[in-house]
């Protein structure tokens, strides 16, 4: 857990091009996802869905590269030597789901912000019919549609939201390896 918070101490000030920085992205997702009654594990991933930013600098390959370097996909990875899949699936699929959403909701796609639209680009466009129906077809379809709202919304300047910390019980309940001293 030190690990992690300790990732998101050093790179939370940076911006990849959204009005906020990435410490109040991910608080702000966290909070939405509590106070939308979301369960422990969904709330733990949309707190940690941004980590793969954070890893070999995913997080500037759109901006200053304009590649896609698959921050979910990396993400997902890291946090699966620690967490469930009801942690992890949603984080690797929360770019999915923007794809798929831009697919079936009229106005999704015009309502992203800038670098979010920016990145729909290089991660693929909106889905196909075939690939928004095999999407919704996955078991934790639905809880990443729910993180990617809460993606979405999480971009407020001056939010005043529950500080990183205040996440240490409920990701520490999650973790499937403890270590044993």
Same mark, same amino acid.
């Given at each position: 857990?030190?690990?992690?918070?300790?990732?998101?101490?050093?790179?939370? #000030?940076?911006?990849?091009?959204?009005?906020?920085?990435?410490?109040?992205?991910?608080?702000?997702?966290?909070?939405?996802?509590?106070?939308?009654?979301?369960?422990?594990?969904?709330?733990?991933?949309?707190?940690?869905?941004?980590? +793969?930013? %954070?890893?070999?600098?995913?997080?500037?390959?759109?901006?200053?590269?304009?590649?896609?370097?698959?921050?979910?996909?990396?993400?997902?990875?890291?946090?699966?030597?620690?967490?469930?899949?009801?942690?992890?699936?949603?984080?690797?699929?929360?770019?999915?789901?923007?794809?798929?959403?831009?697919?079936?909701?009229?106005?999704?796609?015009?309502?992203? #912000?800038?670098?979010?639209? %920016? #990145?729909? +680009?290089?991660? +693929? +466009?909106?889905?196909?019919?075939?690939?928004?129906?095999?999407? /919704?077809?996955?078991?934790?379809?639905?809880?990443?549609?729910?993180?990617?709202?809460?993606?979405?919304?999480?971009?407020?300047?001056?939010?005043?939201?529950?500080?990183?910390?205040?996440?240490?019980? /409920? /990701?520490?309940?999650?973790?499937?390896?403890?270590?044993?001293?």
């Amino acid at each position: 857990m030190d690990e992690i918070f300790a990732i998101f101490e050093k790179f939370g #000030s940076l911006h990849y091009g959204e009005d906020v920085s990435q410490m109040e992205h991910i608080l702000q997702c966290g909070h939405l996802a509590r106070i939308d009654g979301a369960s422990d594990e969904l709330i733990a991933a949309a707190l940690l869905h941004d980590i +793969g930013q %954070f890893i070999d600098d995913a997080g500037n390959a759109a901006e200053q590269l304009g590649v896609d370097a698959r921050h979910e996909l990396t993400g997902a990875a890291y946090l699966a030597t620690c967490f469930p899949e009801t942690v992890t699936e949603p984080v690797r699929l929360h770019v999915e789901a923007k794809r798929y959403l831009c697919t079936v909701e009229p106005g999704y796609h015009e309502a992203l #912000s800038h670098a979010s639209s %920016f #990145s729909l +680009g290089l991660q +693929g +466009g909106p889905h196909s019919e075939q690939e928004a129906e095999d999407f /919704l077809a996955l078991p934790a379809a639905r809880d990443a549609i729910r993180l990617r709202r809460y993606d979405d919304m999480g971009k407020k300047r001056d939010w005043d939201v529950p500080e990183l910390e205040s996440y240490r019980p /409920l /990701l520490e309940s999650l973790l499937r390896y403890r270590r044993t001293a």
